[in-house]
């Protein structure tokens, strides 16, 4: 049980706070006709994270990580998208779900995107290997086991429940106006963290 708390612990304070995946993912949920139309981003963000997590577990990221090449190419990519996300995101409309003609991403740029925000975030990986890459040491055979499937739960969960929230404030026709200054200020985001990439890799 303590490895099953311990991994809920530090899965939350990885995931839960407001970053750009996370953004994306509520205003995605909140963009779509229909909650399953927001089922794409909700499975691919979780389906990275938990890459990231059993990557993390097993040691492998940590030998990724040590090639620099590897990091520079992670960080272009991610900073082109994320300028690209932050454009699309500023520009983007609203036209309320209860019309059946919401402005969310389609499938395929919402998994394009959404892997792009949870994989190429340099920043992002480098902090899954160093808090539950560098926990799960500690735990051996079936402990290390329930501490990765804790991490993983929890970021299901959480994507889930970001999506069903986006989408029930979405259905509101007060949301309107304030649709759009979530989008300004999600592109705003997008783009300081792209900024921020930079800035820490010339450090």
């Known amino acids: 049980m303590q490895a099953f708390f311990h991994g809920m612990i530090l899965a939350m304070g990885l995931i839960l706070p407001l970053g750009v995946q996370n953004l994306f993912v509520f205003t995605q949920g909140a963009s779509q006709p229909t909650f399953l139309r927001a089922l794409p981003v909700v499975i691919t ?7 990231l997590i059993v990557l993390a577990v097993q040691g492998v990221s ?17 900073v082109g998208f994320l300028a690209y ?12 779900n209860d019309t059946g003609a919401g402005k969310g991403l389609g499938v395929k740029q919402q998994i394009v995107f959404a892997v792009t925000v949870s994989l190429f975030n340099p920043h992002a990986v480098l902090d899954t290997i160093g808090v539950i890459g560098t926990s799960a040491i ?12 804790a991490c993983i739960l929890v970021s299901w969960c959480w994507f889930f429940l970001l999506a069903v929230v986006g989408w029930n404030v979405g259905k509101k026709k007060s949301f309107t106006q304030l649709f759009g200054y979530i989008n300004k200020v999600s592109a705003i985001f997008m783009w300081l963290s792209a900024a921020y990439m930079i800035y820490n890799s010339v450090l």
């Open 62 to 78: 940590l030998f990724i990580a040590s090639f620099a090449w590897i990091k520079i190419l992670f960080l272009m990519i991610g």
């Open 85 to 96: 996300m932050g454009w699309l995101t500023w520009n983007s409309t609203w036209a309320g």
């Open 138 to 149: 500690h735990y051996t055979g079936n402990e290390k086991i329930v501490f990765t499937m």
């Open 45 to 51: 963000a979780s389906l990275c994270d938990t890459l």
